[in-house]
């Protein structure tokens, strides 16, 4: 998988860091390849696994806090280590610091040797931005991170804020959060969702980007009409609307009254989740940020259905 910038980015405002990915695993491993954890001085964050690897893997990133800059290690999982995994694991750690990181290669090599070799260069030019991160002869090869997806979550009622805690933590997406007042949203919001209060909220339409995904699921029904017919005048990448299929025939019959046609208003998919989770608003949320991880942002949301 690509390089996670984002979290490693705010990883060095606390000072010097250790990243601990693993690029390799073989046989029975507690965790695959491509998981990373952040080691400093005083704190981790992540987990690789947990048991002796992890002591070890941190004792190690702690030591090249200090003494290093990246180092390549194999822990084979067996009595040796005190783990019964049977299998091993290759990881590679590496320390940040503010000033190093906007100047981040994507493809390294433990010993500092430069430049890349041939086949090291070309087997990173076919990484895709999926694929985990590699070491071969101890150079280590990841991604770029993709294109970050814009999404717009309007609502910030139970099923708002069960997606917005679902989605929040993913790299992927630059998440914004409409909704009419300040009350309407939790005391606290996670890092990286940008709140927007608008007493109107379609007039919000015109700044979202053309290639922007978005899922309306306000506490009003006029106010998700508008945010449709806006949404349809302004152009958009993927749109789903929360609500019975009652509702979407409602809405479909007013879009094409005021000059869309039908083609057009399908690209909104209603209902929005999938309905073998049931209409909880967790289990809403997660058949919804399923099916959004599992297309492409040119795609629109499935039409499976809540009420």
């Not at 076919?126 to 150079?139: K, M, N």
Request: charged fraction near 20%; charge should be neutral; aromatic fraction near 6%.
């Amino acid at each position: 998988m690509a390089i996670d910038l984002d979290t490693l980015t705010k990883a060095t405002e606390r000072g010097p860091v250790a990243r601990v990915v693993i690029t390799r695993v073989a046989g029975s491993t507690p965790r695959e390849a491509g998981t990373a954890m952040y080691v400093w001085a005083d704190k981790t964050q992540g987990t690789i696994g947990g048991g002796r690897l992890e002591f070890d893997a941190i004792a190690r990133a702690r030591d090249l806090l200090v003494h290093g800059t990246i180092a390549e290690h194999v822990y084979p999982l067996g009595p040796r280590l005190g783990q019964c995994c049977g299998g091993s694991v290759t990881t590679m750690t590496e320390v940040f610091t503010a000033q190093t990181l906007p100047n981040l290669p994507y493809v390294r090599s433990v010993s500092g040797a430069a430049p890349i070799p041939p086949r090291i260069a070309q087997k990173a030019t076919r990484l895709q931005p999926t694929e985990r991160p590699i070491s071969i002869d101890h150079w280590l090869i990841e991604t770029a991170p993709p294109a970050v997806r814009n999404l717009w979550v309007w609502g910030a009622g139970h099923v708002g804020r069960a997606l917005i805690n679902t989605l929040a933590p993913l790299p992927d997406f630059k998440i914004h959060w409409v909704d009419i007042s300040a009350d309407r949203f939790p005391d606290h919001i996670t890092d990286g969702v940008m709140q927007i209060i608008a007493a109107d909220p379609a007039r919000m339409v015109a700044n979202c980007p053309r290639d922007a995904e978005h899922i309306i699921l306000t506490h009003d029904h006029d106010i998700d009409f508008a945010l449709c017919h806006g949404l349809l005048h302004h152009g958009f990448d993927a749109a789903g609307l929360i609500g019975s299929a009652t509702k979407w025939a409602r809405f479909t019959n007013r879009l094409m009254q005021l000059g869309h046609d039908r083609q057009s208003i399908s690209r909104i998919a209603c209902p929005i989740g999938d309905p073998n989770l049931g209409k909880h608003p967790q289990a809403i949320a997660l058949g919804v940020g399923a099916a959004l991880l599992a297309q492409n942002a040119t795609t629109t949301t499935p039409k499976t259905g809540t009420a």
